[in-house]
Nanobody, 125 residues
Framework: QVQLVESGGGLVQAGDSLRLSCAAS????????MGWFRQAPGKEREFVAV????????HYVDSVKGRFTISRDNGKNTVYLQMNSLKPEDTAVYYCTAAYQREMARPEVADFPSWGQGTQVTVSS
C-alpha cells in the first residue's frame, strides 16, 4: 500500500487559485494511477480528476474541465491539482487517491484502495 499526504488547501475567494499537492511513499509511485476526489458536507464523495500510471491520460469531471489541471512528478513522488477560477461550489474536502497499475475509463471510489486524510478547500463568494 502507498501512503498519501495532501497539502495546499485553504480559504480563498471566488476566482482565486490553489494548488493541492499529494506526497506518496511506499511502493513505486510511477506505477500508480493517481486521482483526486472531493466531498462536500452532506454530499457523497465525487470524482474530480485522474492521471493514469502508464498512458498518462487525464480525465476530469465536467464541472472542473478547463479550470483544474492534474499533473504528476514521478521524481518527487507527488501529484498535483492546480485549481483556477475557483467557485463556491468547489468547497469540499479534497482527497488524494492511488490505484496500483490501473487504467480506468470512469473512475469511481471503489477503484482506489489508497486514500489520504483530506485537505479542506473553502471558496467564499
Amino acid at each position: 500500500q502507498v501512503q498519501l499526504v495532501e497539502s495546499g488547501g485553504g480559504l480563498v475567494q471566488a476566482g482565486d487559485s490553489l494548488r493541492l499537492s499529494c506526497a506518496a511513499s511506499g511502493r513505486t509511485f510511477s506505477s500508480y494511477t493517481m486521482g483526486w476526489f472531493r466531498q462536500a458536507p452532506g454530499k457523497e464523495r465525487e470524482f474530480v480528476a485522474v492521471i493514469m500510471w502508464y498512458s498518462g491520460r487525464t480525465h476530469y469531471v465536467d464541472s472542473v474541465k478547463g479550470r483544474f489541471t492534474i499533473s504528476r512528478d514521478n521524481g518527487k513522488n507527488t501529484v498535483y491539482l492546480q485549481m483556477n477560477s475557483l467557485k463556491p461550489e468547489d468547497t469540499a474536502v479534497y482527497y488524494c487517491t492511488a490505484a496500483y497499475q490501473r487504467e480506468m475509463a470512469r473512475p469511481e471510489v471503489a477503484d482506489f484502495p489508497s486514500w489520504g486524510q483530506g485537505t479542506q478547500v473553502t471558496v467564499s463568494s
